[in-house]
């Protein structure tokens, strides 16, 4: 028995990165995970190598900022699986630049995939859950929920706006037995932040003094944030709810190297 065995899970952005290996930790935990992406042609493998492990998994297709979209891939969930025990809003964009270099379009994008686009699951799952009366939401933020990044300031913002509306849905809901809980990653190895570090004029000295940066002197793999959601999303994790999970190899804990 996993340790999420039989629970039913979606997860966002599940076709690569962070998302991919949650939904194959869950699985590989006993979970029936529904991985959601804008492009089947990448998040039908990810899930069919789940698959070819062993797990169950499958894809659906859809833009987190689409508000009809989102209703229907929750309502697909329920109707073929009966329940969603689990909600994981990992699906995420940035654009870098400082504020006066970013257009509004580049805000509404952000806005709207990172920020609406948790708002919207939420808002989708919670009313099964509550009729079920379990459930639990991890929402993925990042350090940068709590902390600034000049060339990042709308996918900040964004991010801190996600543990905003994650305390909030925890004590409107902690009583009707749904757990929200969010997760904040530092660097972890993913095409997202390559393309954070590939912004850069030397992207390889860049990603190397970041690395530097960090206490454990490396950033995440994939693998070590999905453990921790895969706690989170368990019963070990009974007790948590409303508050945010670091897992930044120490990077925060100091104000600079001396
Ligand atoms: N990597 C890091 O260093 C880091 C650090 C802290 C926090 N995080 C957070 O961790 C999460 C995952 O990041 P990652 O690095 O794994 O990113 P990634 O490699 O770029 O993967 C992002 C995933 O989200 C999907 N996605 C993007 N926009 C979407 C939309 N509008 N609708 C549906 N799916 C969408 C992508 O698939 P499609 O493109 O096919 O839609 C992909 O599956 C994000 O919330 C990010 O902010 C990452």
Redesign the pocket.
């Known amino acids: 028995m996993g340790r999420l065995q039989d629970r039913v899970a979606l997860v966002?952005?599940?076709?690569?990165?962070?998302?991919?290996?949650i939904a194959a930790d869950f699985a590989a935990e006993g979970a029936i995970v529904v991985?959601?992406?804008?492009?089947a042609a990448?998040?039908l493998p990810?899930m069919a190598e789940i698959v070819a492990g062993g797990g169950r998994a499958r894809f659906l297709e859809?833009?987190?900022?689409?508000e009809a979209r989102v209703q229907e891939i929750v309502a697909t969930v329920l109707a073929d699986h009966g329940r969603i025990d689990i909600m994981v809003?990992?699906?995420?964009?940035?654009r870098e630049g400082r504020l006066a270099e970013q257009r509004t379009s580049d805000f509404h994008d952000v806005v709207?995939?990172?920020l609406l686009?948790t708002f919207l699951f939420c808002r989708a799952v919670l009313p099964a859950m509550v009729t079920q009366g379990s459930g639990v939401i991890i929402n993925?933020?990042?350090?940068?929920g709590l902390v600034g990044d000049p060339v990042l300031p709308v996918?900040c913002a964004t991010?801190a706006g996600i543990l905003g509306l994650t305390r909030s849905i925890a004590i409107a809901y902690a009583d009707r037995g749904v757990r929200a809980v969010g997760l904040?990653?530092?660097?972890?190895?993913?095409?997202?932040?390559q393309?954070?570090f590939d912004s850069q004029p030397d992207p390889a000295a860049f990603r190397s003094r970041i690395e530097r940066e960090y206490p454990v002197r490396r950033?995440?793999t994939?693998e070590e944030?999905a453990r921790v959601a895969t706690f989170l999303a368990s019963d070990d994790a009974s007790f948590i709810a409303g508050t945010h999970v670091l897992v930044d190899g120490g990077i925060l804990s100091r104000i600079y190297e001396v």
């Not at 076709?15 to 290996?21: D, N, Q």
């Not at 991985?35 to 492009?39: D, K």
């Not at 859809?62 to 689409?66: I, S």
């Open positions: 966002t952005g599940a076709s690569r990165g962070i998302g991919r290996a991985g959601t992406g804008r492009h990448t998040g990810a859809g833009d987190v900022a689409d809003n990992n699906a995420a964009i940035q709207n995939t990172n686009g993925v933020s990042s350090v940068l996918y991010k904040c990653p530092g660097d972890v190895d993913t095409e997202l932040n393309q954070y950033i995440a994939v944030i």
